[in-house]
């Protein structure tokens, strides 16, 4: 695995996570336990921190980049994802918020200043343009994104579940 520091500053691994050897970690990144970066990950947590929640994954070739502090934004957006997200291959999220039990799909785009509130699916290809508040409970998707529904039951129970197949998935790339 690529883990790299940043003017001295080396990402934080919590316990039992699991890194690809074909990812690139740099700077002010910590990873919750349990958490699995998959292959052709690159996060930069360079001019802002990105902290990655217990039991998340982040599926290959995501992007993982935060915006830095400026003048006109003294905090800069930081990359803060919570617990138990299932991040689909080949996303982007930049200097985003996102809760817990979180799906995003394949594809996905989410932008600087997004807060994605607990219990929520991003539909694959869906493009979250900055600024923009998604509401726990529902279903976005588009280009850009719409409210398209309310989760059901299921759908909502296997947000978690989702998270917990990438645990048992990690834990069997640790054993081999």
């Known amino acids: 695995m690529a883990l790299r520091s940043y003017k001295g500053i080396y990402p934080t691994l919590g316990r039992s996570t699991y890194i690809d050897k074909s990812s690139v970690i740099v700077g002010d990144v910590t990873l919750g336990d349990n958490s ?8 930069r947590g360079d001019v802002n921190k990105i902290r990655i929640g217990a039991r998340t994954n982040i599926q290959d070739g995501t992007v993982l980049h935060v915006t830095r502090v400026s003048e006109s934004n003294p905090e800069g957006y930081p990359l803060i994802i919570g617990d138990d997200v299932t991040i689909g291959h080949k996303c982007m999220l930049h200097g985003c918020q996102l809760g817990n039990r979180i799906l995003v799909g394949m594809g996905a785009i989410i932008m600087d200043n997004v807060v994605v509130e607990d219990d929520v699916f991003i539909g694959a290809g869906t493009l979250v343009p900055p600024n923009k508040r998604l509401e726990s409970g529902f279903l976005y998707v588009g280009n850009p994104m719409v409210k398209k529904r309310p989760l059901k039951q299921a759908e909502i129970d296997f947000l978690a579940k ?15």
Do not use: C, E, F, G
């Not at 699995?36 to 996060?43: D, E, F, N």
């Open 36 to 43: 699995s970066i998959w292959p052709l990950v690159a996060a």
């Open 162 to 176: 989702s998270a917990q197949n990438y645990v048992a998935l990690k834990d069997d790339y640790l054993a081999d």
